[in-house]
Nanobody, 124 residues
Protein backbone atom coordinates (compact mmCIF):
# COMPACT_ATOMS: atom_id res chain seq x y z
CA UNK A 1 0.00 0.00 0.00
CA UNK A 2 1.12 3.58 -0.61
CA UNK A 3 0.04 6.88 0.91
CA UNK A 4 0.12 10.02 -1.20
CA UNK A 5 0.17 13.62 0.01
CA UNK A 6 -0.18 16.57 -2.36
CA UNK A 7 0.99 20.11 -1.71
CA UNK A 8 1.71 23.31 -3.55
CA UNK A 9 -1.77 24.47 -4.40
CA UNK A 10 -2.92 28.03 -3.91
CA UNK A 11 -4.32 31.16 -5.49
CA UNK A 12 -2.61 32.56 -8.57
CA UNK A 13 -3.49 35.06 -11.27
CA UNK A 14 -4.11 33.97 -14.83
CA UNK A 15 -0.82 33.54 -16.66
CA UNK A 16 0.99 32.60 -13.49
CA UNK A 17 2.62 29.36 -12.40
CA UNK A 18 2.35 26.81 -9.63
CA UNK A 19 4.29 23.67 -8.85
CA UNK A 20 2.41 20.82 -7.22
CA UNK A 21 4.16 18.02 -5.39
CA UNK A 22 3.01 14.53 -4.52
CA UNK A 23 5.03 12.68 -1.90
CA UNK A 24 4.61 8.95 -1.42
CA UNK A 25 5.15 6.81 1.63
CA UNK A 26 4.43 3.22 2.54
CA UNK A 27 5.91 -0.20 2.27
CA UNK A 28 5.41 -0.72 -1.45
CA UNK A 29 8.27 0.15 -3.74
CA UNK A 30 7.51 3.51 -5.34
CA UNK A 31 8.65 2.41 -8.77
CA UNK A 32 5.87 -0.16 -8.83
CA UNK A 33 3.50 2.59 -9.92
CA UNK A 34 2.94 4.99 -12.71
CA UNK A 35 1.64 8.19 -11.18
CA UNK A 36 -1.27 10.24 -12.48
CA UNK A 37 -2.57 13.71 -11.78
CA UNK A 38 -6.31 14.27 -11.96
CA UNK A 39 -8.39 17.33 -11.22
CA UNK A 40 -11.97 18.05 -10.31
CA UNK A 41 -13.64 21.41 -10.71
CA UNK A 42 -16.84 22.30 -8.85
CA UNK A 43 -19.85 20.62 -10.43
CA UNK A 44 -17.71 18.65 -12.88
CA UNK A 45 -16.42 15.12 -13.09
CA UNK A 46 -12.86 14.30 -12.15
CA UNK A 47 -10.64 14.42 -15.23
CA UNK A 48 -7.22 13.15 -16.18
CA UNK A 49 -4.43 15.74 -16.36
CA UNK A 50 -1.08 13.96 -16.73
CA UNK A 51 0.72 10.69 -16.12
CA UNK A 52 4.30 9.48 -15.79
CA UNK A 53 5.70 5.97 -15.97
CA UNK A 54 7.65 4.29 -13.19
CA UNK A 55 10.98 5.34 -14.72
CA UNK A 56 9.90 8.80 -15.76
CA UNK A 57 10.69 7.91 -19.35
CA UNK A 58 7.12 8.15 -20.61
CA UNK A 59 4.62 10.91 -19.98
CA UNK A 60 1.10 11.65 -21.12
CA UNK A 61 -1.00 14.82 -20.95
CA UNK A 62 -4.56 15.86 -21.48
CA UNK A 63 -4.96 18.03 -24.55
CA UNK A 64 -6.11 20.94 -22.43
CA UNK A 65 -2.77 21.17 -20.59
CA UNK A 66 -0.26 20.11 -23.26
CA UNK A 67 2.53 22.62 -23.64
CA UNK A 68 1.67 24.29 -20.32
CA UNK A 69 2.05 21.52 -17.71
CA UNK A 70 5.04 19.25 -17.12
CA UNK A 71 5.03 16.12 -14.98
CA UNK A 72 8.25 14.73 -13.51
CA UNK A 73 9.31 12.33 -10.80
CA UNK A 74 12.24 11.74 -8.47
CA UNK A 75 12.16 8.11 -7.40
CA UNK A 76 14.90 8.57 -4.82
CA UNK A 77 12.68 11.12 -3.05
CA UNK A 78 9.42 9.29 -3.87
CA UNK A 79 8.08 12.51 -5.30
CA UNK A 80 6.12 13.46 -8.40
CA UNK A 81 5.81 17.08 -9.43
CA UNK A 82 3.40 18.89 -11.72
CA UNK A 83 4.76 22.19 -13.01
CA UNK A 84 1.87 24.32 -14.21
CA UNK A 85 2.62 27.38 -16.33
CA UNK A 86 0.41 29.85 -18.17
CA UNK A 87 -2.46 29.02 -15.87
CA UNK A 88 -6.01 29.82 -16.91
CA UNK A 89 -9.15 30.31 -14.84
CA UNK A 90 -10.45 27.02 -16.25
CA UNK A 91 -7.56 25.24 -14.53
CA UNK A 92 -9.22 25.98 -11.20
CA UNK A 93 -9.88 22.67 -9.48
CA UNK A 94 -8.80 20.32 -6.74
CA UNK A 95 -5.78 18.43 -8.02
CA UNK A 96 -5.19 14.83 -6.98
CA UNK A 97 -2.25 12.54 -7.51
CA UNK A 98 -2.97 8.86 -7.88
CA UNK A 99 -0.80 5.76 -8.04
CA UNK A 100 -1.84 3.65 -10.98
CA UNK A 101 -2.39 -0.10 -11.01
CA UNK A 102 0.24 -0.27 -13.76
CA UNK A 103 3.84 0.85 -13.77
CA UNK A 104 3.60 2.16 -17.32
CA UNK A 105 1.52 4.89 -18.88
CA UNK A 106 -1.63 3.51 -20.45
CA UNK A 107 -4.44 4.99 -22.51
CA UNK A 108 -6.85 4.35 -19.66
CA UNK A 109 -5.33 5.09 -16.25
CA UNK A 110 -6.72 2.99 -13.43
CA UNK A 111 -5.80 4.63 -10.13
CA UNK A 112 -5.30 2.38 -7.18
CA UNK A 113 -4.38 4.88 -4.47
CA UNK A 114 -5.37 8.53 -4.16
CA UNK A 115 -4.08 11.52 -2.30
CA UNK A 116 -6.38 13.93 -0.50
CA UNK A 117 -6.04 16.69 -3.09
CA UNK A 118 -4.79 20.26 -3.17
CA UNK A 119 -6.82 23.29 -4.27
CA UNK A 120 -5.67 25.38 -7.21
CA UNK A 121 -7.52 28.62 -7.89
CA UNK A 122 -6.70 30.79 -10.88
CA UNK A 123 -8.17 34.27 -10.89
CA UNK A 124 -8.87 36.22 -14.06
Amino acid sequence: QVQLVESGGGLVQAGGSLRLSCVASGRTVFTTYAINWFRQAPGKEREFVAAISWSGGTTSYAESVKGRFTISRDNAKKTVALQMNSLKPEDTAVYYCAADRASVVTTTPIPRYWGQGTQVTVSS
